[in-house]
């Protein structure tokens, strides 16, 4: 049987260093394993009872959700649900869960961002957007659970550039992928140029990680696509990368890209504030609009080649990084030469009042890092990684002397790259994640398509080595990698029940009993090894039960299910909390309930019955 296995050339090297140029030569000049499988077996081996050194948190593309797995072993821990309902944990089941997808099914979820304190993550929150209905959600890594849901936010239309968190979590930002009227009216698609725009909305983060919509910014009608946060000397900024500066609405693979140069802005969201705090706003659609003509100094456009797709801010927050798609090289801006050309006002033009800087005058270097760069990440000494989607292969440079020193296969056609922590001021420069969007023939075949593949790998030697494949589930855009010691003390083992608010708890049998409110018949229950507290209920057909189901353990991984046949009702309850199930029986009979969560020798014990009277009582 023939295997697709890509080979590649050696490559010509510019190395600065004849050390390094001796050590790369010695592995082939592809960077490909110089190491035996067995030692890159041991690498990434973590025995039986150990923990990973890492969590891996990777955005689910489509399937709306998040997955966690640990590093370096590549082991599956987990899969958090966000814009997706999902049966196992009942999320979109229950009453409260359901509220907070407002409806929709689905999402498409790309970039996770970590809540950060002084540039480094803390430990707190997973923020991650849904592109497709333009919400934001945060997760509490005290529970691994989502928590929070914004959005669909006003005149977005589609939020890719997101989520990107601020140095010490100010803010996470939404920026509109397709540009619509603003606000949301019938306009003639002809009419694009003049009658559609752009927005970036930013989104401020309480104290408790709670998200509040706090004032947009109108665009030219380009195309946002990526977006990070500046940090140390660029703390305060935030830069977007676009495609379609041409302002085309049809045939986009050919006319978005004829311009040589595209642009990644730079807002300066504390003006955002200022402006806002000053009145400079309109309300559209229950958003604070700012219109950058009427704020000098919000915005600029810093040209960059071709069809910029990731923006990337380095470890030391002095350079900003342009990955031109359509382009063979790697932008470097400096920060600083983009703070003196605004000084001097050293424009060449202005699209809506933004002015537009000179490519020349903020440019320091063209990194010729091959075909098809995408994105870029970092590893705290010295050294930056950037995905090559066309040639399956990440080139490793550096940030020092902009000169390319390694690159390594992948398989294949890369889209982002993880680092360990490596959107912070401080990457581990341990771990790199390649998340690829084809993986062909890496895996036992199961149809038409493969899993999506994910590679690891290690930073520490002299040499870029791939030593682990890492199948997932669609799709994983995006990833951040923590420490796993900043997130382990946070975890809570229960829900302290003395904490639970709701408002149908209960702390035991005696608390709970059915209530008629009109139609409504509301229950309130117990669920303890192993059985319910009430388990037997009649109601009448026409009636709505809610079934309001506590789990009153206090014991760790306790957890009960809450499923009632030929429904759709169906939930976890982990210790210390209550769900809510609403069901409206639609012909009369017997609907046996049972506990749908493994929990105990008993476990099958766990059920109980509701009886539906039909018209008449019997
Ligand atoms: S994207 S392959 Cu959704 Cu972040 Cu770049
Ligand atoms: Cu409770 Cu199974």
Request: with cysteine; net charge negative; hydrophobic share 35%.
């Given at each position: 049987m023939r295997r697709y296995v890509r080979t590649r050339p050696a490559l010509a090297l510019t190395v600065v260093a004849a050390a390094i140029a001796l050590l790369v030569s010695a592995c082939g000049g592809g960077g490909q394993q110089s190491s035996s499988t067995g030692d890159a077996a041991q690498r990434v081996y973590v025995a039986p009872g150990e923990y990973d050194d890492y969590f891996a948190f990777l955005s689910g593309g489509h399937s709306g959700q998040v997955f966690v797995y640990g590093l370096p072993s590549g082991r599956h821990l987990n899969t958090i649900p966000v814009f997706t309902p999902e049966s196992a944990s009942g999320w979109g089941f229950d009453e409260d869960s359901k509220a907070m997808l407002g409806?929709?099914?689905w999402g498409d979820a790309h970039h996770p961002g970590l809540s950060e304190t002084d540039g480094d993550y803390d430990g707190r929150w997973l923020f991650i957007n849904d592109m497709a209905n333009a919400r934001i959600a945060r997760i509490d890594l005290d529970v691994f659970k989502t928590k929070q849901i914004i959005g669909p936010l006003p005149n977005v239309s589609a939020n890719h550039a997101s989520t990107f968190v601020t140095e010490n979590t100010e803010y996470v930002f939404a920026a509109s992928r397709f540009s619509a009227p603003v606000p949301n009216t019938y306009q003639s698609i002809a009419d694009y140029k003049n009658k559609f725009n752009g927005v970036i909305a930013a989104v401020a983060i309480g104290d408790d990680g709670t998200m509040n919509l706090d004032f947009e910014v109108l665009t030219p009608p380009f195309h946002w696509d990526k977006s990070d946060a500046g940090k140390g000397p660029s703390h305060g900024w935030v830069f977007f990368s676009c495609y379609n500066s041409e302002q085309a609405y049809t045939k986009l693979e050919v006319n978005a890209s004829q311009n040589e140069r595209d642009f990644i802005a730079a807002l300066d969201w504390r003006k955002g504030r200022e402006a806002v705090a000053a009145g400079k706003f309109k309300m559209v659609d229950g958003a604070k609009v700012i219109d950058p003509a009427d704020v000098p100094g919000l915005m600029y456009l810093l040209p960059t080649p071709k069809s910029p797709h990731g923006v990337d801010i380095d470890p030391s927050g002095t350079r900003i990084i342009g990955n031109g798609k359509l382009a063979a090289v790697t932008v470097v801006h400096s920060f600083e030469k983009f703070q003196a050309a605004v000084a001097e006002e050293d424009f060449i033009g202005e699209y809506g009042g933004i002015p537009v800087l000179r490519y020349e005058a903020t440019r320091v270097a063209e990194v010729p890092v091959g075909l098809g760069p995408l994105h870029t990440q970092f590893d705290g000494k010295g050294f930056a990684y950037t995905s090559l989607f066309l040639d399956s292969q990440v080139a490793k440079w550096s940030l020092?002397?902009?000169?390319?020193i390694d690159k390594v296969d992948v398989h294949y056609s890369v889209g982002h790259l993880a680092a360990s922590e490596g959107d912070t001021k401080h990457p581990t420069g341990e771990w790199l994640l390649s998340l690829n969007k084809i993986s062909k023939d890496?895996?036992?075949?199961?149809?038409p398509t493969h899993p999506e593949g994910a590679q690891l790998i290690d930073l520490t030697r002299p040499t870029m080595e791939l030593i682990l494949d890492i199948p997932t589930y669609m799709e994983p855009h995006y990833g951040q990698i923590i420490k796993a010691d900043k997130v382990i003390p946070r975890?809570?083992?229960?829900?302290?029940i003395e904490e639970n608010h709701h408002a149908q708890r209960v702390l035991n049998e005696s608390e709970t009993g059915i209530t008629r409110d009109g139609k409504d018949v509301h229950v309130k229950m117990v669920a303890v090894r192993t059985h319910f507290y009430p388990d037997t209920l009649t109601v009448d057909l026409g009636e709505t039960v809610y079934f309001h189901v506590t789990n009153v353990e206090q014991d760790r991984d306790i957890a009960h299910g809450f499923g009632i046949l030929r429904s759709n009702v169906d939930f976890q309850i982990e210790p210390g909390e209550t769900k809510t199930a609403k069901f409206t029986p639609d012909k009369p009979g017997i609907y046996p309930f049972y506990c749908s969560n493994f929990c105990s020798a008993l476990h099958q014990e766990m059920q109980g019955y509701l009886a539906v009277r039909p018209p008449g009582g019997r």
């Amino acid at each position: 049987m023939r295997r697709y296995v890509r080979t590649r050339p050696a490559l010509a090297l510019t190395v600065v260093a004849a050390a390094i140029a001796l050590l790369v030569s010695a592995c082939g000049g592809g960077g490909q394993q110089s190491s035996s499988t067995g030692d890159a077996a041991q690498r990434v081996y973590v025995a039986p009872g150990e923990y990973d050194d890492y969590f891996a948190f990777l955005s689910g593309g489509h399937s709306g959700q998040v997955f966690v797995y640990g590093l370096p072993s590549g082991r599956h821990l987990n899969t958090i649900p966000v814009f997706t309902p999902e049966s196992a944990s009942g999320w979109g089941f229950d009453e409260d869960s359901k509220a907070m997808l407002g409806g929709f099914l689905w999402g498409d979820a790309h970039h996770p961002g970590l809540s950060e304190t002084d540039g480094d993550y803390d430990g707190r929150w997973l923020f991650i957007n849904d592109m497709a209905n333009a919400r934001i959600a945060r997760i509490d890594l005290d529970v691994f659970k989502t928590k929070q849901i914004i959005g669909p936010l006003p005149n977005v239309s589609a939020n890719h550039a997101s989520t990107f968190v601020t140095e010490n979590t100010e803010y996470v930002f939404a920026a509109s992928r397709f540009s619509a009227p603003v606000p949301n009216t019938y306009q003639s698609i002809a009419d694009y140029k003049n009658k559609f725009n752009g927005v970036i909305a930013a989104v401020a983060i309480g104290d408790d990680g709670t998200m509040n919509l706090d004032f947009e910014v109108l665009t030219p009608p380009f195309h946002w696509d990526k977006s990070d946060a500046g940090k140390g000397p660029s703390h305060g900024w935030v830069f977007f990368s676009c495609y379609n500066s041409e302002q085309a609405y049809t045939k986009l693979e050919v006319n978005a890209s004829q311009n040589e140069r595209d642009f990644i802005a730079a807002l300066d969201w504390r003006k955002g504030r200022e402006a806002v705090a000053a009145g400079k706003f309109k309300m559209v659609d229950g958003a604070k609009v700012i219109d950058p003509a009427d704020v000098p100094g919000l915005m600029y456009l810093l040209p960059t080649p071709k069809s910029p797709h990731g923006v990337d801010i380095d470890p030391s927050g002095t350079r900003i990084i342009g990955n031109g798609k359509l382009a063979a090289v790697t932008v470097v801006h400096s920060f600083e030469k983009f703070q003196a050309a605004v000084a001097e006002e050293d424009f060449i033009g202005e699209y809506g009042g933004i002015p537009v800087l000179r490519y020349e005058a903020t440019r320091v270097a063209e990194v010729p890092v091959g075909l098809g760069p995408l994105h870029t990440q970092f590893d705290g000494k010295g050294f930056a990684y950037t995905s090559l989607f066309l040639d399956s292969q990440v080139a490793k440079w550096s940030l020092d002397t902009y000169e390319v020193i390694d690159k390594v296969d992948v398989h294949y056609s890369v889209g982002h790259l993880a680092a360990s922590e490596g959107d912070t001021k401080h990457p581990t420069g341990e771990w790199l994640l390649s998340l690829n969007k084809i993986s062909k023939d890496r895996y036992l075949p199961m149809g038409p398509t493969h899993p999506e593949g994910a590679q690891l790998i290690d930073l520490t030697r002299p040499t870029m080595e791939l030593i682990l494949d890492i199948p997932t589930y669609m799709e994983p855009h995006y990833g951040q990698i923590i420490k796993a010691d900043k997130v382990i003390p946070r975890v809570k083992t229960i829900f302290p029940i003395e904490e639970n608010h709701h408002a149908q708890r209960v702390l035991n049998e005696s608390e709970t009993g059915i209530t008629r409110d009109g139609k409504d018949v509301h229950v309130k229950m117990v669920a303890v090894r192993t059985h319910f507290y009430p388990d037997t209920l009649t109601v009448d057909l026409g009636e709505t039960v809610y079934f309001h189901v506590t789990n009153v353990e206090q014991d760790r991984d306790i957890a009960h299910g809450f499923g009632i046949l030929r429904s759709n009702v169906d939930f976890q309850i982990e210790p210390g909390e209550t769900k809510t199930a609403k069901f409206t029986p639609d012909k009369p009979g017997i609907y046996p309930f049972y506990c749908s969560n493994f929990c105990s020798a008993l476990h099958q014990e766990m059920q109980g019955y509701l009886a539906v009277r039909p018209p008449g009582g019997r």
